[in-house]
């Protein structure tokens, strides 16, 4: 499943550079791309597993980059 959500408080790229590698470390994510211009995460993970996948993405944008969350 391939879903895309809002990010609240990506100041720069080099931001979202660091947040598209958090995210893709995250275990079961099969795809992530970071847009900074669009303030987007798309996130792609099994569909039996997406939303395990997701609290565990929202755990490590903050720990990527202070202050950043999904929405």
Request: proline content about 3%; charged content about 30%.
């Amino acid at each position: 499943m391939k879903k895309t959500f809002a990010l609240r408080e990506l100041d720069c790229a080099m931001c979202a550079a660091k947040v598209e590698k958090a995210v893709q470390a995250v275990p079961g994510v099969q795809s992530a791309t970071v847009n900074f211009v669009l303030q987007k995460l798309t996130l792609e993970a099994d569909d039996a597993a997406f939303d395990e996948v997701l609290a565990r993405v929202r755990k490590a944008v903050p720990r990527a980059e202070r202050g950043c969350e999904v929405l």
